[in-house]
């Protein structure tokens, strides 16, 4: 008995390293495994985040989102690549950009799978026609103290706004949309507005590092 135990010890352990041996490292690119804190799963048999396993969300509201939905405004479409190179930007002290979570708070809990690393929650319905309507002064707050918009006698120069990076669920989330839609209707320019149409869905595919609220 004593003996059969030892064999099926010996083959655990050598089923175990025969894993470690296997296991192929994963990097963001080649030669590159971490940028200012994130990197990837390096669990080769590592899943997606259940929160994104569903893939028939009802229409509406979850409708595929056009790779470009900001017509006639010229808002340029980035991949997972620049929203690190912009968070590299931030950690070395940038401070003309930003990335923004357009979420509502509650996606960005662990059970919802949390947010990326650096980013600012500011949710979408801060910003749109309604909250305009509702409270002025709080989205002239969020365009002044968190944009770096400027004011003077109600009209807004974004001359030294920041860059915004917006994202939400994925390709088939309108938040980071609608909140682009908003600031284009605040006079933001498009120039300075990013949308990651890709979002957390393909963050997690691609088991990027996150973090919870």
Not at 17 to 30: C, D, M, Y
Not at 102 to 114: L, Q
Not at 174 to 191: C, D, H
Request: charged letters at 20%.
């Amino acid at each position: 008995m004593k003996f059969k135990t030892l064999v099926v010890s010996a083959i655990s352990v050598a089923l175990l390293v025969s894993t470690a041996i296997v296991a192929k490292p994963v990097g963001i690119v080649k030669g590159v495994m971490e940028v200012v804190g994130i990197s990837r799963n390096q669990d080769n048999k590592a899943t997606i985040h259940p929160a994104f396993a569903k893939t028939s969300r009802p229409c509406p509201p979850f409708c595929i989102q056009p790779m470009h939905p900001f017509a006639p405004a010229n808002v340029e479409t980035v991949s997972e690549l620049d929203i690190i190179h912009a968070l590299r930007g931030i950690a070395n002290g940038d401070k003309s950009i930003m990335v923004v979570d357009s979420r509502t708070p509650v996606w960005t809990t662990a059970k919802k799978g949390g947010t990326i690393k650096g980013a600012v929650n500011i949710p979408f319905n801060k910003l749109n026609v309604k909250a305009v309507a509702k409270d002025p002064d709080a989205v002239m707050d969020i365009l002044i103290n968190r944009f770096d918009v400027t004011e003077q006698d109600g009209i807004f120069n974004f001359t030294k706004a920041k860059t915004l990076y917006l994202f939400c669920n994925g390709l088939w989330c309108g938040q980071s949309p609608a909140a682009i839609r908003a600031l284009l209707s605040l006079g933001y320019p498009e120039n300075k507005l990013k949308y990651y149409r890709s979002g957390m869905n393909a963050w997690h595919s691609l088991g990027l590092s996150t973090v919870a609220k």
